[in-house]
Nanobody
Framework: LRLVESGGGWVQPGGSLRLSCIAS????????IAWFRQVPGKEREAVSC????????FYTDSVKGRFTISRDSAANTVHLQLNSLEPEDTAVYSC?????????????????????WGQGTQVTVSS
């Protein structure tokens, strides 16, 4: 069971990035996915999550209206579209899988429920 993130990089304030999380070894739609981010010296923060079927989605308040999570079940991939980026969004972004889902057909914005983690991808927003 493996998660691999891609799509991070450097962008100016107001710019956009698209992060991808490719899952391998999981059966399609048997896992919820969450994106977390962490800045050195601070606790890891849940950013967004999507349920195994894609019907339930949550965002932390600071990214609502700017970030969009989506799921391509055929490709076993979850995307996180980051728009209107701000310097405060600078962090290492990691995806994590809750498999099987702790609660069916939903996702939980709490780190301890996620068993599988990717290596992370750096997002830097600066001018």
């Amino acid at each position: 069971l493996r998660l691999v993130e891609s799509g991070g990089g450097w962008v100016q304030p107001g710019g956009s990035l698209r992060l991808s999380c490719i899952a391998s070894g999981f059966t399609t739609e048997t896992y919820a996915i969450a994106w977390f981010r962490q800045v050195p010296g601070k606790e890891r923060e849940a950013v967004s999550c999507i349920s195994n079927g894609g019907n339930n989605i949550f965002y932390t308040d600071s990214v609502k209206g700017r970030f969009t999570i989506s799921r391509d079940s055929a490709a076993n991939t979850v995307h996180l579209q980051l728009n209107s980026l701000e310097p405060e969004d600078t962090a290492v972004y990691s995806c994590a899988a809750d498999s099987p889902p702790t609660i069916a057909n939903t996702c939980i914005m709490i780190e301890k429920y996620y068993d599988y983690w990717g290596q992370g991808t750096q997002v830097t927003v600066s001018s």
